[in-house]
């Protein structure tokens, strides 16, 4: 049974900087970019990425990828 509940439950999740620069690799050729470079998908996700390789327009399209990541397997069960 899923509750009906919208608040937002904070997720802590440490990734090492070469994985977030793996997922903008990964997102940039992504197939269905055009689904979450927008942002605008459930969950609200926020990269504290120090690294140097990236640009904070890069940092933020991984942060789309992830909340992409987290919430299309379960969209189908949500409005």
Do not use: C
């Amino acid at each position: 049974m899923i509750g009906d509940s919208r608040d937002k439950t904070p997720v802590n999740l440490s990734i090492p900087e070469n994985v977030v620069e793996r997922y903008h690799y990964l997102a940039r050729y992504h197939t269905d970019k055009s689904r979450f470079d927008g942002g605008g998908v459930g969950p609200d996700v926020s990269i504290q990425y120090t690294g140097d390789e990236l640009t904070d327009d890069e940092v933020s399209l991984v942060e789309n990828f992830v909340a992409y990541r987290l919430w299309d397997p379960a969209s189908q069960y949500f409005d």
